[in-house]
Nanobody
Framework: QVQLVESGGGLVQPGGSLRLSCAASGSIFRSYAMGWSRQAPGKQRELVAALASGGSANYADSVKGRFTISGDNAKNTVYLQMNSLKPEDTAVYYC?????????WGQGTQVTVSS
């Protein structure tokens, strides 16, 4: 069984920063990629950033230049540094792990950007 535990969400003012963390544990024999998605109320879940096992990173256009994903696929940890936050970044952020056996999700952590 694979478990993902996220932390680091909270309330921040526009222009502020937050750092999300995710640690995966369990029977993980190989990881293809880890990443972060988010879901705002009334909207579909969208991919925010992904980090492949080879080290390459991809970002949604809406967060390029503001968010940075990092981590260690060998240790099954991933982070999301979020700078210059905007109210439209408000959402539940989910960590995702992709392996040969399937895709796993964390429980989500709330990020609220508001003055």
């Amino acid at each position: 069984q694979v478990q993902l535990v996220e932390s680091g969400g909270g309330l921040v003012q526009p222009g502020g920063s937050l750092r999300l963390s995710c640690a995966a544990s369990g029977s993980i024999f190989r990881s293809y990629a880890m990443g972060w998605s988010r879901q705002a109320p009334g909207k579909q879940r969208e991919l925010v950033a992904a980090l492949a096992s080879g080290g390459s990173a991809n970002y949604a256009d809406s967060v390029k230049g503001r968010f940075t994903i990092s981590g260690d696929n060998a240790k099954n940890t991933v982070y999301l540094q979020m700078n210059s936050l905007k109210p439209e970044d408000t959402a539940v952020y989910y960590c995702n792990l992709v392996t040969p056996l399937g895709s796993y999700w964390g429980q989500g952590t709330q990020v609220t950007v508001s003055s």
